[in-house]
Nanobody
Framework: QVQLVESGGGLVQAGGSLRLSCGASGSIFSFSTMGWYRQAPGKQRDLVASINSAGIRNYVDSVKGRFTISRDNAKNTAYLQMNSLKPEDTAVYYC?????????WGQGTQVTVSS
């Protein structure tokens, strides 16, 4: 069973930056596709960015040029660098690991951007 633990959320002013981390247990991290999702109050959980095992990245249009997803296979950790944050980025951010047809979720970390 894989466990994911997110960290790095918090309160930041508009225009500021945060870096989220997602640490994974086990030894299959390097084979996975990692994704960052977010869920604002009353809204569905949406994909923000993903990175596959080959390092290919994808982003939702609203964060392109502001967010960067990365991974460190030696540390079993995925990251989401968030710059130029906007109030509409406020949400609970979740990481997800997709590997060998299974999905695993972290517990989420709150990101609040004040105007």
């Amino acid at each position: 069973q894989v466990q994911l633990v997110e960290s790095g959320g918090g309160l930041v002013q508009a225009g500021g930056s945060l870096r989220l981390s997602c640490g994974a247990s086990g030894s299959i991290f390097s084979f996975s596709t990692m994704g960052w999702y977010r869920q604002a109050p009353g809204k569905q959980r949406d994909l923000v960015a993903s990175i596959n095992s080959a390092g290919i990245r994808n982003y939702v249009d609203s964060v392109k040029g502001r967010f960067t997803i990365s991974r460190d296979n030696a540390k079993n950790t995925a990251y989401l660098q968030m710059n130029s944050l906007k109030p509409e980025d406020t949400a609970v951010y979740y990481c997800k690991m997709h590997v060998f047809r299974d999905d695993y979720w972290g517990q989420g970390t709150q990101v609040t951007v004040s105007s």
